[in-house]
């Protein structure tokens, strides 16, 4: 069965500096698929970016990008110069392929992000 | 595009009285789905539709939770009898299945049973 592990619940940074969230997989399936949701103080939750298990590059979208280490099962969302508003519950997920039969998404428990002054 | 729609915001309802959350997918995305979080299990995964079909319901308790799509535009989760441990948010969410496969998610409905 798939599995998704964040193990850091809270981090603390102070703006404008780089910050790394942790996220390991368990998956049977050659083909999957990570990702990265924000949910805001609101309740939003929000799509951040993704990466497609058989692609090497990792993914970048705006200020965030990923440090897949596909040996080692890691999907990182690394956020650079980050701001206050980045201060939110970041969930990492996985879907594996549809070889599965399954498209659940399954997230992980969350990393609490505080961007300070 | 308004995004996912949920309807109420907020219910409370008293032991053993029936729940109806109601979800208005994006237009044009194909299919629905239904988490729920609570701070104990975060996100939990309960079933989702495929072109109005029920595709896998794996997640949803077996008792008293039920959920239909009749149309394109709204699909609904019922719990009957409902029970304290039921409390949760409730949050639908819509993907386009031929495009990006991105889930975007309603703002939740949060249930609170007395």
């Known amino acids: 069965a798939q599995k998704v592990t964040q193990t850091q619940t809270s981090i603390s940074v102070v703006e404008k500096t780089t910050v790394t969230m942790d996220c390991v997989y368990e998956?049977?399936?050659?083909?999957?698929?990570l990702f990265w949701y924000k949910q805001t103080a609101s309740g939003e939750i929000v799509f951040l970016i993704r990466?497609?298990?058989?692609?090497?590059e990792n993914a970048t979208v705006g200020h965030y990008s990923l440090n897949f280490q596909k040996p080692k099962s890691s999907i990182g969302l690394i956020i650079t110069a980050t701001q206050i508003e980045d201060s939110a519950v970041y969930f990492c997920?996985?879907?594996?392929?549809?070889?599965?039969?399954?498209?659940?998404?399954?997230f992980g428990s969350g990393t609490q992000l505080t961007v300070m002054p | 595009n308004a995004g996912v729609i949920q309807t109420p915001r907020h219910k409370v309802t008293g032991k053993g009285q029936e729940a109806t959350l109601w979800c208005e997918p994006i237009?044009?995305?194909?299919?629905v789905f239904w988490y729920r979080q609570t701070i104990v299990q975060g996100l939990e995964f309960l079933t989702y539709?495929?072109?109005?079909?029920?595709?896998?319901d794996s997640g949803m308790p077996k008792e008293r939770f039920s959920a239909q799509m009749p149309n394109q535009s709204h699909s609904t989760l019922k719990i009957q009898s409902t029970q304290p441990q039921d409390s949760a948010v409730y949050l639908c969410?819509?993907?386009?299945?031929?495009?990006?496969?991105?889930?975007?998610f309603g703002s939740g409905t949060r249930l609170t049973v007395l």
């Open positions: 539709f495929r072109n109005q079909a029920p595709i896998d």
């Open positions: 237009s044009g995305h194909s299919a």
């Open positions: 998956t049977r399936d050659s083909s999957y698929f």
């Open positions: 997920a996985m879907r594996e392929g549809l070889a599965s039969g399954s498209w659940q998404l399954i």
């Open positions: 990466q497609d298990s058989y692609k090497k």
């Open positions: 969410a819509s993907v386009d299945w031929g495009g990006a496969e991105t889930l975007y």
